[in-house]
């Protein structure tokens, strides 16, 4: 049985958070705006990104702190999340969502290198090169031409990037990687993530999920196995 490796991008590989506070704050409040409205604002953003899996949720994200700060809620939980998420339309997030990727198409065509600096690889990223095994994968919310930019610029060696345009056309992450085994045949794929939701939406006997401790998210259920950055260190696979 062939072993195969899927991670997540934003949160496993790399650190983007200053990315997407930005953009997602461009895409909110518009450019006319300062960067942002106060450090407690930005600390919120930062604590609870974790909520965020697609950018479109970037959108609740906004909306929860802002009624976190003006005493509308006493916190920022999964569930005022999804019921937020849930009452707003369709349209809504997907307008959104067009805005948060042409904001940062913006910032890429008025200066790349500075776009590109917002972006840090984590310790993880680091090591990711030196796997013996190179059947290296990356499955990502993002658009692919920024995560084309993003593995280029770190010069990080991966077989394919499965990005948000795929993801959607099968509906969730684990309907892709289901679809990926399912036509390689005899294979098992280690799938790495930072998002209990991305890991819940896996349903293949041949995908090991493991939830990257190191990420923005929090694991909440036990059935999947909290890895270090080190994890992969020894060459067992």
């Known amino acids: 049985m062939k072993n195969y490796f899927f991670f997540d991008l934003d949160g496993v590989i790399i650190n983007s ?98 776009w590109l600096k917002m972006h840090t690889l984590t310790n993880f990223g680091h090591k ?34 499965f990005s948000t345009k795929e993801i959607s056309r099968f509906k969730n992450k684990g309907n892709l990687i289901k679809d990926f085994v399912n036509k390689k045949k005899n294979v098992k794929v280690f799938f790495t993530d930072d998002s209990i939701t991305n890991l819940e939406s896996v349903n293949d006997k041949n995908v090991v999920c493991l939830f990257a401790n190191w990420g923005y998210g929090k694991n909440n259920n036990d059935i999947f196995k909290s890895i270090n950055s080190d994890y992969f260190d020894e060459e067992i696979y």
Do not use: P, W
């Open 128 to 161: 990711i090169n030196n796997f013996k095994n190179k059947n290296i994968y990356i499955i990502t919310s993002k658009d692919f031409y920024s995560s084309k930019l993003i593995i280029d610029h770190f010069n990080i060696n991966v077989k394919k990037i």
């Open 17 to 114: 958070i200053n990315e997407c506070f930005i953009i997602s704050y461009k895409a909110y409040y518009g450019f006319t705006k300062n960067i942002y409205k106060s450090e407690t604002y930005k600390k919120l953003f930062f604590k609870f990104r974790g909520y965020v899996v697609t950018a479109k949720d970037f959108l609740i994200l906004h909306r929860l702190i802002n009624k976190l700060l003006s005493g509308k809620i006493k916190n920022i939980n999964n569930n005022n999340f999804m019921n937020l998420k849930h009452k707003t339309s369709s349209d809504e997030l997907l307008n959104f969502e067009n805005m948060f990727f042409y904001c940062r198409y913006l910032y890429q065509n008025v200066n790349m290198n500075k």
